[in-house]
């Protein structure tokens, strides 16, 4: 168990629909990561927050977006889904953002757009 | 830009056998390296990291892997191979002011009994 925490486990809707995808830091770790993990594209970085500030992006769509709470949660809202967005998500946390820390994954959220 | 190349999608090899799965990375300055393995249904677990110092590092379950600048290699290996090892391996770097790591496309490892 890595101590980081990841709901809901599965989540299964429809095109056009919005979700919200939850994700709690390792105790101690301020830097939270969203990845996107898909058959085709692999392993994608979507974006990294550190104490609440947004610190960097990767290939996150505009119809994606995330923020980070005062307790170090995070959120990860996806709306207008797409068949296409249907993926693992998984979040990482680290007790300090990117270079030589390492990163403990969640269990990941399995979404599927039908 | 930076990258990482895992050149097999899979590697077999036969329980109690040495294993190595191969990973190159491409990044301008001194990479910070790192395994990762995903067991299915899984999130992705931290094996062992390259920082700086000693070339070959230690990691979890008996794994380890051996840092080579020259041929810009962090290939990750361990001598006698379980079957309980079976499963899909990252390799990924990151650099002194990159805020995210980039992962390879993974190797499937198979052992077989």
Do not use: M
């Not at chain 2, 990762?36 to 992705?44: A, D, E, F, T």
């Amino acid at each position: 168990d890595s101590g980081v925490t990841q709901t809901p486990k599965h989540l299964i809707t429809a095109t056009g629909q919005r979700v919200t995808l939850r994700c709690s830091p390792r105790s101690g770790d301020l830097s939270v990561y969203w990845y996107q993990q898909s058959l085709d594209q692999g392993l994608q970085f979507l974006i990294q927050y550190y104490n609440g500030e947004e610190r960097a992006k990767g290939n996150i769509l505009e119809r994606f977006s995330a923020q980070q709470f005062p307790d170090l949660h995070s959120e990860l809202n996806l709306s207008s889904l797409e068949l296409g967005d249907s993926a693992l998500y998984f979040c990482a946390s680290s007790v300090a953002p990117g270079g030589p820390y390492e990163q403990y994954f969640g269990p990941g959220t399995r979404l599927t757009v039908t | 830009a930076q990258s990482v190349a895992q050149p097999e999608d899979q590697v077999n090899v036969a329980e109690g056998n040495p294993l190595t799965v191969k990973c190159t990375y491409s990044v301008s300055g001194n990479p910070y390296l790192f395994w990762y393995v995903q067991y299915p249904n899984r999130g992705l677990q931290f094996l062992l990291k390259y920082i700086t110092g000693d070339n070959l590092v230690k990691g979890s379950y008996g794994f380890e892997a051996e840092f080579n600048k020259s041929q810009t290699s962090f290939h990750l290996k361990k001598p006698s191979a379980l079957v309980s090892d079976s499963a899909l391996y990252f390799c990924a770097v990151s650099y002194t002011g990159r805020r995210a790591l980039t992962f390879g496309s993974g190797t499937r490892l198979q052992v077989q009994p």
